[in-house]
């Protein structure tokens, strides 16, 4: 089984380029709860936005400018810790788990690709009465991100992209790669050996990962894993020079250089399609630098954010 769990984290990134899957779950019909760091905060509300119950947190002064956080593939909004304990600061932070993950329900409808993301992300909007906003979103949640700026220049301030889906890796086009049933296994029955093995493959440095962050991971994916593989089963990537050119807003992108699931080209891709955007890379740090390089994402991300151009 061990072997099994192995292989199936083995080829997540050559499934997904959005792959943070850091987190194996067990199946979901355990029972066991939650861990405390996975329960929902005192700034945590359920909302129903676009037919689906998903966790929104909201935190920072009420008139501030806001920023949305939005996670990547199997994380949960948790991801985004370290960042939105100082953006909270002067930002009106919002988070939220995308459906079918973290403690928000699957979809009833089972949209799981990038066009019902990018939905839903603009109902959560009018939802909370913002007209316009800062995005950043991580691998999966950057792909949501910049299409959402790409399709609704209007409603964006500026974008943050951090070590974001775009281009085509292995294969994964404008139509889905078949989920092999390894990977369904992983997903819906994985053991505590493929949380340390795709930790590996997510962070430069899995050992920093203290235990309680390991079964956070595990315990949020344990209650989605149906969804995670009907995500998928619907995850494409088309060729996206054209649209990155639509994109007209203050762009910052931020790439980790031992990113084992969009390799660090892909930061120079993107820098070369979206106009006037600017890229930074950070040295030995994995697919999710807000994680493993906090401080250092967020002074760079502050600069941006205070850059009036």
């Known amino acids: 089984m061990k072997q099994l769990v192995a292989r199936s984290v083995a080829v ?14 067990a199946p979901p019909s355990s029972s066991a709860a939650l861990p405390p760091a996975a329960d929902a905060a005192a700034s945590d ?18 008139k501030a400018p806001p920023i949305i956080l939005i996670h990547g593939f199997t994380f949960s909004l948790e991801s ?6 100082d953006l909270a600061r002067d930002h009106r932070v919002i988070r939220y788990d995308l459906s079918g993950h973290g403690l928000s329900d699957p979809d009833p409808r089972q949209r799981y690709g990038t066009e019902g993301r990018v939905r839903q992300l603009g109902a959560l909007m009018d939802a909370l009465g913002i007209r316009r906003a800062t995005l950043a979103g991580n691998s999966f949640g950057g792909l949501v991100a910049w299409n959402f700026a790409a399709h609704h220049p209007d409603r964006v301030d500026r974008l943050i992209l951090v070590d974001s889906a775009a281009y085509s890796i292995n294969g994964v086009t404008e139509k889905p790669v078949p989920v092999p049933p390894a990977m369904r296994a992983y997903l819906t029955n994985p053991t505590p050996p493929g949380v340390a093995a795709s930790a590996g493959l997510i962070f430069a440095h899995p050992e920093r990962l203290s235990p309680a962050r390991l079964e956070q991971m595990r315990a949020m994916i344990a209650r989605n894993g ?3 593989i009907a995500h ?54 994995g697919h999710a630098p807000q994680e493993e390089a906090t401080a250092r994402s967020l002074a760079d991300v502050r600069a941006f954010l205070n850059n009036k151009r």
């Open 80 to 85: 985004w810790d370290g960042w939105a304990a």
């Open 232 to 285: 998928l089963e619907q995850f494409t990537l088309p060729e996206p020079t054209r649209l990155l050119g639509q994109i007209k807003v203050p762009t910052l992108i931020l790439w980790g250089s031992a990113d084992k699931v969009v390799p660090v080209d892909h930061a120079d891709r993107l820098a070369a399609a979206i106009p006037g955007a600017r890229r930074i890379i950070y040295e030995d740090v």
């Open 226 to 228: 149906p969804a995670l």
């Open 45 to 62: 509300r359920m909302m129903t936005v676009d037919g689906t119950r998903i966790r929104v947190r909201i935190e920072g002064p009420e």
């Open 12 to 25: 997540m990134p050559l499934l997904l380029v959005a792959a943070c899957a850091a987190s194996p779950a």
